[in-house]
């Protein structure tokens, strides 16, 4: 077939999925008789390809046996050229093998001579408009995860990818949400014509877009997003305006069928902000995350999850003293959640809650860790009145509009004193809006709950952040203390970090302090508090209370 045709076909094909609303697209060119449909039609009826011949014929197989009668007289019509188009209603088969309802518009496009030569429309399927995207034509978030669920069901390995854009705001804000959205039904395009053909692609929540495949293998899968990131970074033209764009990408492999689509989910985030965050874009592999036993890990993250779902079954606080550098008397505690169960024995959080981070259900966890360590802190307000509760909070939590109200209904709930509690936070919060976070932690400082910034220098932004919010105490984390007797550039950046930090009036507290020698070294440096295991590991409530501090 003539190249120049194809072009032409996909030229108006383009045309008409701009102003789909959504809809199943398809143009066919009527000459050859040679069509092209929407991704998101092949991949819920079904259909051989994007690009068929006889198309109509096709199609009406899907078509209910008692409607087949009047769409094969109508599109008969239309190739004869007795009819401009049809707008009718039929039944048509989805590949679950269940009819759904469809409302089917599409009209002839004449050349010169006024002779039939395309014929497109639309199909608006009218069972699973939620299923579809609306500016790219893909299937929706919704379809992701009802496919994913049928690979589970029928245990079939399979690789799943997600695929986002870094900076898309700053294009929303110089050329408009208009715009931002042709950049994106651009950008799918070339995302379903690199992967398409053997897998099947979906848009997700704001820029990003999942692949999910059982053909394609994970080198493969590598050397396309390669190829996707070459195209986008210098062929995207938007308006004869070349867009350049930086994408992030996770990948994990499904073979563990056992596990919720939820769970797999959330590993899959979590490999794409790697990929965002620590990698530049480079593809992440969850499955090279943790490099040993990862099956048994998978399944151990699903398995703590469903503990989150029954009421936190099996998670635990632990606590670590905290103590002032110049009397060493306790002057608060840090609560650490653990969890635990017969078949894994003690998790350490270090291993889920990164993870359960990305899932929607952390900051219900996030809650319950608030609640029991105020209401664990009660107990030590008669004998240590001043001590100070440290609960880390996850950007998670702090994204929830309704954090700030959580917090006070707590406070109110376990009858803890607000002025007792110091929630730590971690350079990570960067990627919420700043302005909102400030004005959040403005509102904790009238009420006099503390805010501390944990690890501090571990991350690109700790600087940014002590500049921007109220933070009452910067927590210098371990690995610049290990060496401190030894380490001359750990001793100058512990100096640098205790007179930043009392340049934005805030108290330092040094973590790792494992020694009596590491204890008296940094006093030297301005440090107001200790934490570590020569003063006591972190341990349960019962034991906590029986040391003397």
Same mark, same amino acid.
């Given at each position: =077939?003539?190249? !120049? ?8 094909? $383009?045309?008409? !999925? ?13 000459k ?19 690009? =068929? ?27 004869s050229g ?31 001579e ?15 408009l ?51 959205n ?22 997700m ?17 590598? $050397? ?54 620590r ?45 002032s ?119 904790f ?20 952040v ?22 001359? !550039? ?51 409530? $019962? ?7």
């Open positions: =077939m003539d190249t !120049s045709r194809i072009k032409k076909l996909d030229s108006l094909f $383009e045309t008409f !999925s701009i102003i789909a609303e959504g809809n199943y697209v398809y143009v066919c060119d009527m050859n008789d040679y069509s092209r449909w929407s991704r998101s039609a092949v991949d819920f009826f079904n259909l051989p390809d994007r690009y =068929m011949y006889d198309a109509g014929t096709i199609w009406e197989e899907h078509i209910h046996p008692e409607d087949r009668e009047n769409y094969r007289k109508s599109i008969d019509n239309i190739f007795q009819d401009n188009g049809h707008n009718m209603q039929y039944r048509a088969k989805s590949a679950d093998g269940n009819y759904v309802v469809c409302t089917c518009r599409g009209a002839v496009i004449r050349d010169e006024g002779k039939p030569e395309y014929f497109a429309g639309a199909i608006k399927n009218h069972g699973s939620s299923y579809m995207d609306t500016i790219t034509g893909l299937r929706s978030v919704y379809g992701f995860f009802d496919d994913l669920k049928a690979i589970l069901w029928k245990r079939k390995k399979a690789l799943t990818v997600m695929i986002g854009v870094t900076g898309f705001s700053m294009i929303n804000d110089v050329y408009g949400y208009k715009f931002g042709k950049v994106l039904r651009t950008l799918s395009n070339f995302i379903d014509d690199i992967f398409g053909k053997d897998c099947s692609v979906y848009r929540d704001g820029t990003k877009f999942a692949i999910l495949t059982s053909k394609v293998d994970k080198d493969k899968i590598s $050397e396309l997003y390669r190829k996707l990131q070459e195209q986008v970074a210098h062929n995207l033209f938007i308006e004869e305006e070349r867009i350049s764009l930086t994408l992030n990408a996770g990948l994990m492999v499904v073979d563990d069928f056992n596990i919720a689509s939820e769970t797999i989910y959330s590993c899959l985030k979590y490999a794409y902000y790697e990929s965002k965050n990698r530049l874009g480079e593809m992440v592999v969850f499955e090279n995350i943790e490099n040993k036993n990862n099956k048994q890990f998978i399944e151990k993250l699903n398995v703590i999850r469903n503990s989150v779902v029954e009421n936190c079954k099996g998670f635990y606080l632990c606590y670590q003293p905290i103590m550098a110049d009397t060493e008397k306790l002057k608060g505690m840090e609560a650490l959640v653990r969890w635990k169960s017969n078949e894994y024995g003690v998790v350490p959080p270090i291993q889920f809650v990164p993870v359960l981070e990305q899932d929607a259900l952390f900051p219900e966890l996030g809650k319950w860790i608030l609640r029991q360590a105020m209401t664990d802190g009660k107990i030590f307000l008669e004998k240590y009145p001043d001590f100070i509760m440290n609960v880390n909070i996850s950007y998670a939590q702090l994204e929830k509009s309704d954090f700030v109200s959580d917090v006070f209904n707590l406070l109110q709930e376990t009858g803890f004193p607000a002025e007792n509690l110091c929630l730590e936070i971690t350079e990570r919060c960067r990627l919420l809006d700043m302005d909102i976070l400030n004005n959040m932690f403005r509102i400082k009238e009420h006099h709950i503390k805010i501390a910034l944990d690890d501090f220098g571990t991350g690109f932004s700790s600087l940014g002590l500049r921007t919010l109220p933070i009452d105490t910067v927590k210098i984390d371990r690995e610049f203390v290990k060496n401190i007797e030894q380490s001359i !550039s750990d001793q100058n950046t512990v100096r640098f970090i205790s007179s930043l930090a009392n340049g934005f009036e805030a108290e330092v507290c040094v973590e790792g302090v494992e020694t009596a020698q590491m204890r008296d070294f940094l006093r030297n440096y301005g440090v107001k508090s200790f934490q570590g295991y020569y003063y006591s590991k972190p341990i349960p409530m $019962e034991e906590f209370i029986k040391k003397d501090f």
